[in-house]
Structure formats: structure tokens, C-alpha cells
């Protein structure tokens, strides 16, 4: 079987040399991977129900370390150590996908890059509904990008399993209406509504309900402007390069 959870309990120092803070809070750089410490002191501030949510948290992300495909961040270990962290590594990016866009400019991601983008996105998508996960958490910062060219998702913190769902999670701006309304179980098709989200905010730079949940800005999403170099020709062509099996 293999190994999610180390058996032994580590000592980052020891084991790398250099560590940097990374944007996202509890990260350390050395010169290979990424190191997301999550310090279990913490859950002494918290009530019962609290340390459950906590923990499941930690459990999700660890069992999705047997997820593996190009376009998921590969962990490589997780393991406690002495001064009660837990510690997970894994292929270090660049960066995010919220500063990447920032960072081109606003409306400034060619075609080529969008379609590359949601492409990558939406195969990383495929593979883990096909296990029955739903991420619950697609929004930019939880999209990696390595070498400018590879975007990967990360983040399996509030991800869940089956087919159906009922409890609430994610990025105010990337949430389904569903999930909102509360209206009873959800499924993956809350993953696609926040993919389409992203997909707003790649071209455009802006966040789309600037915080408002979807259903309340209801009438805002019949007048989503898309930047003006994205004609009907140029959105028929990326449709045809993310979707090639369907032209
Ligand atoms: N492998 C990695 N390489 C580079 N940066 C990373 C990596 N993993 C995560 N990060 C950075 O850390 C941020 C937070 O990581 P992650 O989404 O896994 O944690 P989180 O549970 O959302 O934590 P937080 O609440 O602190 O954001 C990411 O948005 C990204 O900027
Ligand atoms: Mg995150």
C-alpha cells in the first residue's frame, strides 16, 4: 500500500536547509518543494466540533495524496513533527494562478493561454470526479503554475467524497448557487459552476460578484462583460481547443 502519512515523526530543519514564507501564510520554501505546515497547537483553541472539522481536514488532504495526474500537484510526503506540525511537501510552483493573471495584466491572457488553462483545469477535473471527489474549493489560488505553461489544481482541504453533498464550503465569489440556497445535496457540478467562475476571472482580471454569493447577484451574470478582443469567432475557437472531442 502506499504510504500517505509517514510512520516516523520528522524534523523539517533537518531534513532541508533553506526555508522561506511563500504567499498563502503557513508555507516554507527550500529549494525544491513547497512545505504546507498546519500547526495542531492550534486545535487546542478549538471546541469539539471545531477539532472534528479540523481533523477531517487534515484527513482529506492526506488521502488525496493517492491522487495522480498531471495537472493535480504531486505531494511527495507528510509527516508530523517534534513541535506539533504536520507537514506536507510537494512539487514546488512559481506561484498561483490569482498573481499569475495579476501579474500578465487585466484582459491581457491570450487566447492560447486561456484555452491552455481551462484545458489543464478542466483534465484535472475529469480525473477526480471519475473517483466520485469534488474539489469544492476551484478558484484561482488553488490553481498552481509551473514553468508558465502547466496549471495544476491543489488544495484538497474541504474536498469530499460520493457522489452527493451537503455541507457548505469554498470562495465566496466561486460558490454555486446552489450551495447558497441550501436547498438540499449537491453534487460536481458545483466544481464546473466555480470552473466557469474562473474562466471569467482569467479573462477579465476581475472578480465576478465581487463577493456577493452568486444567487444574490443573479442579475449580474446576464451582464458579465467579457474583454472586447473575446469575439464570438475567438470564443468558437477556444471551445474547439478545450473541447476537441465535442467539434
Ligand atoms: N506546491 C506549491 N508551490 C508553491 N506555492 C504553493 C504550493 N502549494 C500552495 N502554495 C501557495 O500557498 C497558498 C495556500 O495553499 P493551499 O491552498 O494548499 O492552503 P490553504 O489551506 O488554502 O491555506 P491558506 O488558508 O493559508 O490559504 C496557495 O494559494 C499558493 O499560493
Ligand atoms: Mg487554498
Redesign the pocket.
Known amino acids: 500500500m502506499e504510504n500517505l502519512i509517514s510512520l516516523k515523526i520528522k524534523d523539517t530543519v533537518l531534513l532541508y536547509d533553506s526555508l522561506t514564507k511563500?504567499?498563502?501564510?503557513?508555507?516554507g520554501e527550500s529549494q525544491y518543494v513547497?512545505l504546507?505546515v498546519q500547526h495542531l497547537k492550534k486545535l487546542r483553541e478549538c471546541n469539539d466540533q471545531q477539532i472534528s472539522a479540523e481533523l477531517l481536514r487534515l484527513f482529506r488532504e492526506i488521502s488525496c495524496n493517492q491522487l495522480h495526474h498531471p495537472n493535480i500537484?504531486k505531494t511527495f510526503d507528510s509527516y508530523f513533527t517534534y513541535d506539533g506540525g504536520f507537514v506536507m511537501t510537494?512539487?514546488?510552483?512559481q506561484?498561483?494562478l490569482q498573481s499569475y493573471v495579476i501579474r500578465k495584466g487585466k484582459g491581457n491572457i491570450t487566447l492560447e493561454e486561456v484555452a491552455q488553462i481551462m484545458s489543464d483545469v478542466i483534465n484535472a477535473l475529469e480525473y477526480i470526479h471519475n473517483y466520485n471527489i469534488i474539489h469544492r474549493d476551484i478558484s484561482p489560488?488553488?490553481i498552481?503554475v509551473y514553468d508558465e505553461k502547466t496549471f495544476k489544481i491543489?488544495?484538497f482541504?474541504i474536498a469530499t467524497y460520493g457522489e452527493l453533498t451537503q455541507i457548505a464550503g469554498g470562495k465566496i465569489d466561486y460558490i454555486a448557487p446552489e450551495i447558497h440556497q441550501m436547498t438540499g445535496e449537491y453534487d460536481k457540478m458545483i466544481d464546473i459552476w466555480s470552473l466557469g467562475v474562473l474562466l471569467h476571472f482569467i479573462c477579465t482580471g476581475e472578480s465576478t460578484f465581487n463577493g456577493k454569493p452568486a444567487c444574490i447577484a443573479k442579475k449580474e451574470i446576464n451582464q458579465l462583460l467579457l474583454p472586447p478582443q473575446i469575439t464570438i469567432k475567438t470564443q468558437n475557437n477556444a471551445t474547439k481547443r478545450i473541447f476537441p472531442k465535442f467539434n
Open positions: 511563500l504567499d498563502g501564510g503557513a508555507f513547497a504546507k500537484v510537494s512539487e514546488l510552483a506561484e498561483n489560488q488553488n498552481l491543489c488544495d482541504g
